[in-house]
């Protein structure tokens, strides 16, 4: 039998999801009190970055024609 990792499993660990709003993903996490980081652009896709219980990062991206580097302002 294999031992149990000690700590969380994920931390180190990210995981990326194409989606068609990632914006959406940041607007639900925010209105459930999810710590969720502020979007921002990166390779011509928004992307949202939040960690789950177990240290694992969740990225969801969405295409974008914003510039490169811009920050979502609510």
Known sequence: MTPAP???????VSIYFICDDALAIYRQAKAKDI?????????GMWV???ADPDGYQLCFE????EPEDSLYSE
């Open 6 to 12: 000690e700590g969380k499993v994920g931390i180190g």
């Open 62 to 65: 969405s295409g974008t024609s």
């Open 48 to 50: 949202v970055q939040l």
């Open 35 to 43: 710590a969720v980081k502020k979007p921002f652009v990166g390779n």
